[in-house]
């Protein structure tokens, strides 16, 4: 892929390093990190230093979020919110903003310079056209002393063919035919050699007759004895095969075991109120909309980052997170379907049918009637409270068939 990708567009890219990061985190990692978002290379110093700052950052934003407290002073992200005016920073710096990664960057572009490649580029370039140059000047040379050689060469054999041809004098005399007269005793000699090549003849078929008699019966000697070969070996095959595969079911009992044992602990650590919480349906509320969800626990999802991270997080604080799945998220893609929330921000089904939380917007509406084109954002949050509304009414067990769970 001869694509370059600045560091902004490379960290927002979903797919491609780590999901769940959005602009105004990816503004904080390069303020902090002191790079421009059009960077499009890095030395290992600056790209270890881009990695610990994401994890540092996020992890800060979701302590935060958990604790419903404010974000650092220092971050840019209290400085950030002034609608493209200029601003100043926490040391006060001014603040500019730019379009990098196809969104909007908040920058101190005093500290958050655009380094170029210049100098080593133009230093390569130059090296490339001298050895270019030495490789030409090497080729001319070959071609001119190949081309006096074969010259010189094409010169010596015609004076040697022309030389030999005035040379050569006939060495042999041919003699004329005569006629040869036989004797009687060449003609027995004669008679008698081609009587012995004939019996030497006869001796040799005899030999191939007597071989062809006997190749049959080593053929059916040696079929009989393959068969019973094959025999023994399928005998023997079907006996591992069955040996294996009782090992194999063995082996799954025991790690399935281990397995039930393994969540049934796990679970019984969590506390009542957040497990009675699992496969819930509700409300999250995200930026200004309350959209719909549902909370799920680390073994309603399979194995993988998001189970990792619940586990991490349990682990370290003693305490489980609000993990919730957004209704309306693409099923071929989950990565961006997961988050982790504070309490305060999700309600149930019942309080949000209260608050009409369930039925979608008289702009979106009007749209729908008119047959207006609706935004990516609109058709999620109308396929999304589909999905509420039809898993609404199921038992918590039936909820997310659909996503295939591997323990």
Not at 12 to 39: I, T
Not at 101 to 123: C, N
Request: glycine share 4%.
């Amino acid at each position: 892929m001869n694509q370059r990708l600045g560091i902004k567009a490379l960290i927002l890219d979903q797919k491609r390093v780590v999901s769940g990061v959005g602009n105004w985190v990816a503004d904080e990692v390069l303020y902090q990190c002191e790079l421009h978002p059009d960077q499009s290379y890095l030395t290992n110093e600056q790209a270890l230093d881009v990695v610990g700052k994401l994890h540092s950052i996020l992890s800060i934003a979701v302590d935060c979020l958990n604790d419903d407290i404010p974000y650092p002073e220092k971050w840019l992200f209290g400085f950030r919110w002034t609608k493209k005016k200029a601003g100043k920073d926490y040391l006060g710096r001014n603040l500019s903003f730019l379009q990098s990664g196809g969104r909007t960057s908040a920058i101190v572009a005093s500290m958050q310079k655009l380094r170029s490649v210049g100098k080593k580029s133009t230093s390569v370039t130059a090296k490339n056209a001298t050895k270019k140059k030495k490789m030409k000047t090497k080729k001319n040379v070959s071609i001119e002393g190949s081309e006096t050689k074969s010259s010189d060469a094409v010169e010596v054999t015609l004076e040697e063919k022309i030389a030999t041809k005035t040379d050569q004098k006939p060495d042999v005399v041919v003699s004329k035919k005569r006629k040869v007269g036989i004797t009687p005793e060449e003609v027995h000699s004669v008679a008698s050699s081609i009587s012995t090549v004939s019996r030497a003849k006869l001796t040799k078929k005899k030999q191939q007759a007597k071989k062809c008699k006997i190749k049959p019966k080593i053929k059916r000697e040696f079929k009989q004895e393959h068969e019973e070969r094959h025999k023994d070996e399928t005998s023997l095959n079907i006996t591992r095969a069955v040996s294996d595969s009782k090992e194999i079911s063995m082996k799954y009992d025991t790690e399935e075991r281990k397995f039930r044992l393994e969540k049934e602990t796990m679970l019984n650590q969590v506390d009542k109120s957040v497990k009675d919480d699992f496969r819930k349906v509700g409300f999250a509320k995200w930026q200004r909309q309350w959209l719909p969800v549902i909370q799920l626990g680390p073994y309603d999802i399979s194995p993988g980052p998001v189970r990792k991270y619940w586990m991490d997080f349990f682990h370290k604080r003693n305490k489980a997170p609000r993990l919730v799945y957004w209704y309306g998220s693409p099923k071929d893609d989950l990565s961006k379907s997961f988050s982790f929330l504070s309490k305060n921000t999700i309600v149930s089904y019942d309080e949000g049918v209260k608050k009409s939380r369930h039925e979608l917007s008289a702009k979106i509406k009007k749209k729908l009637l008119a047959g207006k084109q609706l935004t990516v954002a609109e058709k999620v949050l109308v396929k999304g409270l589909t999905e509420l509304k039809d898993e609404s009414e199921m038992s918590k067990e039936n909820r997310l068939s659909w996503m295939k769970i591997e323990d």
